[in-house]
């Protein structure tokens, strides 16, 4: 399975665009056909969850089901929408894990996804459900904005999304894409709400992502790079997901956090069967170890997913868990609306905000 591990990687490092699209199919097709020669059911994952997570729960589940084969693409949530869309005739991946419901809801007006009922549904909700059982929350995923800190002491960090726009951080933020980014596009998503409800319309909102454009002082392909960014020092502060981070600095790195006071997004993080799946009984099995007690808790102790499923035994549940339900301010986003225009604000900010902000704010 190297061979499908370093595939994976290069999906990681390059920006998806429908015209690669075709060759990059064509390679996985081949490469499945070749991988499936030890007799187990291959079980396909498209995933924005990262290398550290999906190995993690590969792993655990094939101790489970040792005639399942868990294999996974990692690429970012618009980038599965995208692939799942150009694979919709004739279907690759089993299951599509992970991505905000926005994104989910995406995908079924599109009609990408199968209906089920995991075994664990009644365990969680109520947001994050999409109809007919199409999805389902696995995780919630805070934003949080992040640092170096190395360079900026926990007591002169940012503690708002407003602050990150002073003077002192002008070209020393570090921005995932978020075109390729449903973390971004939701963080995104919530200042443009914001706008709507402050003042009718998103002017406001795109004028401050215009602020935070001239702020930027990169725009990082994927999570690996962003990392790498921000501990190299290239920028000091970055707006992201709470688990990264957590997991970066398991592994040494010296990163800090804060939950913005004005409160936070929260992604219910989903999980679904993708529409015509080659092997849906195993896509299924997969599904209902996702939403586990055992799943659930693993990803909590391990890779620092923060569960949508509720009624854990308190045991069962590091206290990093307790510890950010009782910090975290939740912003009441309003998904709905993320789902039906958010597509069409990432491609108005994509074409006149991006890059802008030099020269409408020059310092």
């Not at 920006?15 to 075709?22: D, F, G, L, T, V």
């Not at 596009?185 to 215009?210: F, H, K, N, P, Y």
């Not at 999980?271 to 055992?294: K, M, N």
């Amino acid at each position: 399975m190297t061979a499908l591990r370093a595939l994976a990687a290069l999906t990681a490092l390059t920006a998806y665009r429908y015209s690669a699209a075709r060759s990059f199919a064509v390679a996985t097709a081949l490469l499945l056909t070749a991988c499936g020669s030890d007799g187990r059911t291959p079980m396909l994952v498209y995933s924005p969850h990262g290398r550290d997570q999906l190995v993690l729960l590969e792993h655990a589940f094939e101790r489970e089901r040792p005639d399942i084969d868990v294999r996974w693409l990692d690429m970012g949530s618009q980038e599965i929408l995208d692939r799942l869309r150009f694979e919709q005739v004739n279907p690759q991946a089993d299951v599509w894990f992970g991505g905000p419901s926005s994104i989910f809801d995406r995908g079924v007006a599109d009609t990408l996804l199968a209906p089920y009922r995991p075994e664990w549904a009644d365990h969680v909700g109520p947001g994050g459900i999409g109809p007919d059982d199409l999805y389902y929350p696995a995780y919630r995923t805070p934003a949080i904005i992040a640092y170096n800190n190395i360079a900026v002491p926990d007591s002169q960090a940012p503690t708002d999304w407003d602050e990150i726009l002073e003077p002192r951080w002008r070209g020393k933020v570090l921005i995932r894409d978020p075109m390729a980014s449903g973390t971004m596009r939701a963080i995104w998503g919530s200042i443009l709400v914001r706008s709507i409800r402050e003042t009718g319309d998103t002017a406001q909102g795109m004028a401050w992502l215009r602020r935070l454009d001239a702020q930027t002082g990169a725009y990082a392909l994927n999570p690996a790079i962003l990392n790498e960014k921000l501990l190299r020092q290239e920028g000091l502060v970055t707006l992201w997901d709470l688990p990264d981070i957590l997991i970066s600095r398991n592994k040494g790195m010296p990163f800090g956090y804060k939950f913005p006071v004005s409160g936070t997004v929260v992604i219910e993080d989903g999980i679904g069967l993708v529409r015509g799946a080659p092997h849906p009984e195993a896509a299924r099995e997969f599904i209902d170890f996702v939403g586990s007690v055992a799943a659930q808790a693993l990803a909590a102790r391990e890779v620092f997913r923060l569960p949508a499923r509720r009624g854990l035994p308190p045991d069962s549940v590091p206290a990093w868990v307790t510890e950010v339900e009782q910090e975290m301010k939740i912003y009441q986003m309003d998904w709905a609306l993320l789902s039906e225009r958010g597509a069409a604000w990432m491609s108005w900010w994509d074409q006149h905000v991006r890059n802008t902000g030099a020269r409408a704010y020059p310092k």
